[in-house]
């Protein structure tokens, strides 16, 4: 199983951007996903989650601009990312756990995706 993040980049403060992180190879189901980010120095803190019943949660003041979702058909969760300040410039991570068979769960975690913002 991998996870592949991307829809990172540059961008002006005040603009937008939606993150993917997909999952490939084989396996039975995703279940709880999140979202963490790490700005340079700093220690990665938890963005967003969602469990596989799409209850969703936010970490700090993330809510007011970044939504977390999910499609689970094409195995994909998204964070869209409005309102951007330059305070946001980061890798961007995805983490799932991941059932591999009806009984087993692992987590997985993707590559990061740089987003750069611009003031």
């Known amino acids: 199983v991998q996870l592949q993040a991307s829809g990172g980049g540059l961008v002006q403060s005040g603009g937008s951007l939606r993150l993917s992180c997909e999952a490939s190879?084989?396996?039975?189901?995703?279940?709880?996903v999140e979202w963490y980010r790490r700005v340079s120095g700093k220690q990665r803190e938890l963005v967003a989650s969602?469990?596989?019943?799409?209850?969703?949660n936010y970490a700090g003041s993330f809510q007011d601009r970044f939504t977390i979702s999910r499609d689970d058909d094409k195995n994909t969760i998204y964070l869209q990312m409005n309102s951007l300040k330059p305070e946001d410039t980061a890798t961007y991570s995805c983490?799932?756990?991941?059932?591999?068979?009806?009984?087993?769960?692992?987590?997985?975690w993707g590559r990061g995706t740089l987003v750069t913002v611009s003031s």
């Open positions: 969602m469990t596989r019943g799409g209850t969703t």
């Open positions: 190879g084989y396996f039975y189901r995703i279940n709880d």
């Open positions: 983490r799932a756990d991941v059932m591999v068979s009806r009984n087993y769960e692992y987590e997985y």
